[in-house]
């Protein structure tokens, strides 16, 4: 058994590694800052440690660290409109937890940094997660990158989720253009695994995690609403009117789920780099139409939303 520190444990990756991580027998201590997402990490999980702090501020939660085995570094500011969040929660906070594991002496980390350091977008997630990965790179605790691409599974509350809960709100779905965007989405269950074994086999070096099955955006969201059985009639706009939807979306919501930035990232025509990960790292990958079945049609996550 070891005892290992997830931080951003209450979000996406950090809620579907943690039933992972506890079937291996380890000992977790959560860490996250969202209120709601938090108590909802309790309740599902009360058999683990779960600490609700802002690690862009230093504090006690890093006295967690102390006798850890390992630690996921985690946390991540994904979307929104303004600079500081995701300064403070991909740069600061990433500063001070490599600081709290040196202090401790924690042996090993696993960093989820993104496909995006190899994206031709340019925005505030690019940038600031470009710059934790070189803090990371700089740090001489042994460590493994991984650079997932987009993810969906349980508790996605912003990409393939939230278009999931958009069909069935709405009577049509937009799609930007003729939606012939390629996208590599990674089943977060299948990168849940890789992370598992990265602690099991202290691995290191930089891994690009890319879901291995290629797809284009408007088939992606037609698989999506076959099957999950949404009625949402899928409807071609232009994509300057879908980009000015968004902005005008966003004058109203300053957390969008959506933004006009990720709209422009979306239709550039790029592939990002495919490894054997499943050789790689000894798991099991999981066909993108199983994958998309246990997303939405599993009956033990599949149904909890978390909050923005």
Known sequence: MKTIVVTGA??????????????????IIGIDKHPS??????????????IEADLAQPGAWSDAFAGADAV?????????????????????????ILAAMAKHGTPYFVHIS???VNSRAQDLYVETK????KLVDACPIPHVVLRPTLMFGWFDR???????RFMDKSPVFPIPGDGRFRRQPLYVGDFAAVIAASLDQAKTGTYDISGRAEV???????????????RARLVHIPYRLFWALLWIYACFDRDPPFTTNQLEALVIPEVFPVI??????????TPLEQALAETFLDTRYSHIVLDF
């Open 276 to 285: 054997d990960w499943p050789a790689t790292f000894g798991v099991a990958e």
């Open 114 to 116: 993104s496909s995006v």
């Open 10 to 27: 209450a979000g996406l990756v950090g809620q579907n590694l943690i039933p992972r991580l506890k079937a291996r027998g380890h000992r």
């Open 130 to 133: 470009t710059a934790q990965e």
């Open 158 to 164: 912003k990409h393939l989720g939230w278009l999931r």
């Open 216 to 230: 284009d955006y408007v088939d992606l969201i037609a698989a999506i609403k076959r099957i999950a059985k949404a």
């Open 37 to 50: 997402n938090a108590a909802r990490l309790r309740e599902l999980h009360p058999d683990i440690e779960v």
């Open 72 to 96: 996921v570094l985690n946390q991540a500011q994904i979307g929104g409109l303004e600079r500081g969040p995701f300064i403070a929660n991909n740069i600061t906070a990433t500063e001070h």
